[in-house]
């Protein structure tokens, strides 16, 4: 069945970084978009990066662009979420997700994982 495993997760003081990663099983990565999303306390979801299938084209929300970079390795089933920077507004826990498809969209997505949370605090 298709699985969604986040790793990677923690406690880190601002300014420091992260590396989350999203194994998938149950599925052929390169044939589907996968997104990264995180949700704060107290607050909604919401879309952090995605890459698209072939391609591999990346998106980013405005808030992480320039500090966080997704990527994927197809031959290992798993995308990661390289964090740098890290400020305390970037805590919450963090959902890989699978999308209906191979282009990125912030909906329309399927699957998800269980959540790493990631905490930046000093």
């Known amino acids: 069945q298709v699985q969604l495993v986040e790793s990677g997760g923690g406690l880190v003081q601002p300014g420091g970084s992260l590396r989350l990663s999203c194994a998938a099983s149950?599925?052929?990565?390169?044939?589907?978009?996968i997104g990264w999303f995180r949700q704060a306390p107290g607050k909604e979801r919401e879309g952090v990066s995605c890459?698209?299938?072939?391609?591999?084209?990346?998106y980013y929300a405005t808030s992480v662009k320039g500090r966080f970079t997704i990527s994927r390795d197809n031959a290992k089933n798993t995308v990661y979420l390289q964090m740098n920077s890290l400020k305390p507004d970037d805590t919450g826990v963090y959902y890989c997700?699978?999308?209906?498809?191979?282009?990125?969209?912030?909906?329309?997505?399927?699957?998800w994982g269980q959540g790493t949370q990631v905490t930046i605090s000093s």
């Open positions: 997700a699978r999308r209906r498809g191979y282009v990125c969209r912030w909906n329309d997505y399927d699957y």
């Open positions: 890459i698209s299938s072939s391609l591999g084209s990346t």
């Open positions: 149950g599925f052929t990565l390169d044939y589907y978009a």
